[in-house]
DNA sequence: ATCATCCTTCCGAACGTTCGTCAGGATGAT
DNA sequence: ATCATCCTGACGAACGTTCGGAAGGATGAT
């Protein structure tokens, strides 16, 4: 199938140069097509790039749905440090979240509403899964009664997002200095 | 001075749409001149576009270097938090901070290198300043002896990355949120 | 088996617009 | 008279987009 080609070189484009960057008439060399042949399978730029993003919101939820679905019965630092360091592992380099990110915070201004919500759906759905995880581990004694499921969560979201920012500005090396150094000190932030 | 307000006016630009998104000739209108006439000034867009960024970065670290040298001789979480939320204040919808981020994270192809350098010496200039302050504090006896200065260091810069994120994407009130929660968490990981 | 028909896919050519850029002239202050 | 500044005008290149038609395969009737 053509047009899931064009979506998978398209992605790569959108993520290294972004909307404005990307232009079908490279997108379509890379395929091995000229432009005009990707106005048969989508409308235009937009329809490619906003039925692209689908996909990547959809797939970058559904890896945190099934990493926190799939080792839910491992101890609360074993899931979250483990959570960490398969986002790290599984997302270097890895053009589906560099877009994400990069689209999630400099959106193209002429579709800056689709995506913030887009966008918030993200984060909140994130938020919903965790506070229950924290709320059990509360429960079961392992984290300090100082500390609150929402602020756990938000603080933990606040680590996630300090290692994306560090995964694509610095790379692997220095990502992984500090994930070790923020969980060492996050975890021993709110555990009892 | 001209030049000094089509800098002005292209920062704006620059960072909300980004260096392939921002176009001269939208910049020159707001500035009032036509934008053949951004030529007198600057010998193209890139000279435009770097001249700006060395400002951008520029005031950037100057901002963290004036902020630890007048507070220096407050105590450690009084000196940490509070560059958290100065950042915070000073940073809210600012355009220096927005492209300084941009650009770090998403720099135009054809200017990679000049800006990834650029973007280093940054982070490592803040690292230096930082480590020498939680050397003193852990002298002092302020923080864990399981805590070592560089852990310290690299996980407060985590921190603050995770506020500039919020910054950008979810907007003060977030923001505020997760420093709340991210520095009561962080602040109680590093403690004696 | 042949033929007409339809649909999908792709491309050549061109559209109008915008991009960054360059040359040359008018204006006004020093 | 010189200089800086801004202008008009025009440039080639690239952008996203549209249209008409060529190729090929599948379908169904004859």
Not at 12 to 24: C, D, I, Q, R, V
Not at 140 to 149: F, K, P, R
Not at 155 to 174: I, P, Y
């Amino acid at each position: 199938m053509t047009a899931a080609r064009i979506k998978e070189v398209a992605l790569k484009h959108f993520a290294k140069n972004g909307y404005e960057g990307a232009s079908l008439a490279d997108i379509a060399a890379e395929v091995g097509i000229k432009k005009q042949s990707i106005y048969t399978h989508f409308k235009g730029k937009d329809e490619l790039f906003l039925d692209l993003l689908d996909d990547v919101f959809t797939k970058e939820l559904q890896f945190s749905v099934d990493y926190l679905d799939r080792y839910k019965e491992l101890s609360l630092d074993q899931l979250l440090y483990g959570f960490l360091t398969q986002y790290q592992v599984c997302y270097e380099k890895d053009d589906n979240a560099k877009l994400f990110l990069r689209v999630s915070f400099f959106p193209p201004s002429h579709l800056y509403d689709v995506i913030v919500k887009e966008g918030y759906r993200y984060w909140d759905t994130l938020e919903k899964m965790l506070i229950p995880v924290f709320d059990q581990a509360i429960a079961a004694g392992d984290i300090s009664s100082d500390i609150s499921s929402n602020t756990a969560t938000i603080a933990f979201l606040a680590v996630l997002d300090g290692m994306f920012v560090e995964l694509l500005f610095g790379g692997t090396e220095r990502s992984l200095k500090r994930i070790e150094a923020s969980w060492f000190v996050y975890w021993r932030g709110i555990k009892k």
